[in-house]
């Protein structure tokens, strides 16, 4: 399974960028797909999530500006950040959680990442 990231890229403060993630392999059923962010030496945060029932839950520091979506295509999900601020710079990677094909259980995958920098 893997997770393709893009969307990234340098951004003036206020202005909006929108993330998608791709999944491909032998995906079987998304149950969870999820936003995190990590800027320079702080820990990696939780900014986005949404469900196989598409629940949606967002982050108090990025509530009312940033969405969580999935896409039409299959394994799909983006998240649109408008309002960007400084403080939301950062690389910012796509996780899923995955059943695969002819295999039991849950399987936890990250995308690669991809920068986020927004200028003041």
């Known amino acids: 399974v893997q997770l393709v990231e893009s969307g990234g890229g340098l951004v003036q403060a206020g202005g909006s960028l929108k993330l998608s993630c791709v999944g491909s392999?032998?995906?079987?059923?998304?149950?969870?797909m999820r936003w995190y962010r990590q800027a320079p030496g702080k820990q990696r945060e939780l900014v986005a999530s949404?469900?196989?029932?598409?629940?949606?839950n967002v982050g108090d520091s990025v509530e009312d500006r940033f969405t969580i979506s999935k896409g039409n295509a299959k394994n799909t999900v983006y998240l649109q950040m408008n309002g960007l601020k400084p403080e939301d710079t950062g690389v910012y990677f796509c996780?899923?959680?995955?059943?695969?094909?002819?295999?039991?259980?849950?399987?936890?995958?990250w995308g690669q990442g991809t920068q986020i920098t927004v200028s003041s």
């Open positions: 949404i469900s196989s029932s598409s629940d949606t």
């Open positions: 392999g032998d995906i079987f059923k998304v149950e969870r």
């Open positions: 996780n899923l959680f995955v059943r695969r094909q002819g295999m039991s259980g849950i399987f936890d995958v």
